[in-house]
């Protein structure tokens, strides 16, 4: 049989995901025994051993971490259905469909561009209502897949693109942002070395797929923390150029001459036949 229910799935990308069976059963608000049992009938099904089971605990075969990247995808898509469907039967008070789309951005990025986005769509007959949802560092690709919003605008190279149709809109150079007292903030460029290399002012590190790359400087989630810690002579970042637009007094931004330049898109599910996604990335081309 080459149908899998959506049970199975999240049975197993739980288990994946834990690599131990009590754990996942937990996760699940079930007991061991019928998920252990659920595992193996979905194997007899499949023809194929997805989890070795030793004394050390559970670890993945070939086929299942096949399965775990494909099941992810299906119930992403399952997820993001039922989001979208919910939105588009989303009633106002006379009982017509309400025409919203939801454009996840990230949390003070391009938003010179994202201001001129808003108005001009505003201004089309028949504009979709926007939601613009914040996200934090790359999470607007994971915003796409599973339904949370309809179109994002991402930035290249720190976002991928892969499985999304997408316009480029704009590029730039990128900056150091420092503390407006720190020696360095006086220099009219930097280079990326200058900036890793400054002593006692290490670069953030900020959280992508739960967690933080290696390194002294301060584990960052969220803008508001970031700008405070850089204020405080704490941190130093590194952002594109648009990021001026929410610098404080008492940061200080310099231009940085071989940072790659950051290439801002709009990006969409592939599959998506939205009329009113049509009208606002139609919009954002003319930009």
Sequence with gaps: MDTLETRELRYFVAVAEE???????????MTQPPLSR??????RRLGARL?????RGVALTGAGEMLLHEGRAALDATT???????????ADGSGASRN??????????SHELLHKLLDAHAAEP?????????????EQGEMLRDGRADVALMHAPFNSLTGFDSEELMTEGQIAVLPAGHPLAAHSSLSLADVVSVPGLPLARWARGGSHPPGPGPEIHDQTQLAQLIALGRTVAVFPDSARAWLWAEHTAVPLTDAPPVVTHIAWPAHSRSVALAGLIRTAARL
């Design 19 to 29: 690599l131990h069976f009590g754990r996942a059963a937990e996760r699940l608000g």
């Design 38 to 43: 659920a595992i193996q009938q979905l194997e």
């Design 51 to 55: 989890l070795e089971r030793g004394r």
């Design 80 to 90: 993001a259905a039922a989001r979208r469907t919910r939105r588009a039967g989303a």
């Design 100 to 109: 919203r789309l939801v454009l996840a951005v990230k949390a003070g990025a």
């Design 126 to 138: 028949d504009a979709a209502e926007i939601e613009v949802l914040p996200s934090g560092m790359c």
